[in-house]
């Protein structure tokens, strides 16, 4: 369960989504020919972790981190994916 959140029941909302997300993204990591999709999935999220903690905790109000939260959004409306679901 994510250890960022007090309340446990959104905690585990998060928590499941994340692990759709990863589904979504292994499979499309096997349909663009990675050799280990659930490999290259792990690498690029510590990765993109660590970029983005990284940055501090100011670059929430970034341009590129609203960049990035629309093409989330562009990403899970494609796959089918809720980023927060009820």
């Known amino acids: 369960m994510?250890?960022?959140?007090?309340?446990?029941?959104?905690?585990?909302?998060?928590?499941?989504?994340?692990?759709?997300?990863?589904?979504?993204?292994?499979s499309q990591a096997q349909g663009e020919g990675q050799v280990d999709p659930a490999g290259y999935v792990a690498r690029y999220q510590r990765e993109s972790y660590e970029d983005w903690r990284g940055r501090g905790k100011l670059s929430a109000f970034s341009e590129d981190f609203r960049d990035w939260?629309?093409?989330?959004?562009?990403?899970?409306?494609?796959?089918?994916?809720?980023?927060?679901?009820?």
């Not at 994510?2 to 292994?26: Q, Y």
């Not at 093409?71 to 494609?78: D, E, F, H, Q, T």
């Open 2 to 26: 994510s250890t960022f959140m007090s309340d446990p029941a959104r905690a585990e909302k998060l928590d499941k989504a994340g692990i759709a997300w990863r589904a979504a993204a292994v």
């Open 69 to 86: 939260a629309k093409y989330c959004n562009s990403l899970a409306k494609s796959k089918g994916l809720t980023i927060m679901p009820d």
